[in-house]
């Protein structure tokens, strides 16, 4: 049983909350908006609220797991990004990615790199599916590939 099941959260709450987490820290690097800002406008614009105003509003989420997301990878950003370009191939670049592959990457070595109580497996996996949803090229693999690295240094 996972932690979400335990305290009532859904599986599907949290994996919401992954790809809401990944929408605002990427508006976060295109419009230069601040963490406290972007999580107060999805939890009153965003999550599973009525959509008047043509916006469709994103199912129901965990908000405090996405809070944790977006205020984590802000706060141990250096830390994070550190340890996406370690395994970069040679000559790469963190801030040579597409924002949203970049978005993705920080989300998910946030959560190995400091959600423990979230298993390896569904981090990874989570964040390979969310990929699949914005790419069709190589990048789902290229997440996998980078996000399972993370994982064997942080998760030893």
Known sequence: MTTGARTGISRQARSVARLAAVQALYQMEVSSVGAEAVIREFAEHRFDRDAEGGETPLATADEG????????????????????????????????????????????????????????????????????SFFEGPEPGFVNGALDAVAQDARR
Do not use: N
């Open 65 to 132: 797991f996405f809070a944790d997301l977006v205020r984590g990878v802000v706060q141990h950003q250096k830390a994070v990004d550190a340890a996406v370009a370690r395994k970069l191939a040679a000559g790469w670049r963190l801030d040579r990615l597409d924002a949203t592959a970049r978005a993705i990457l920080r989300a998910g070595a946030y959560e190995l790199l400091h959600r423990p109580d979230v298993p390896t497996e569904v981090v990874i996996d989570e964040y390979v599916e969310l990929a699949k």
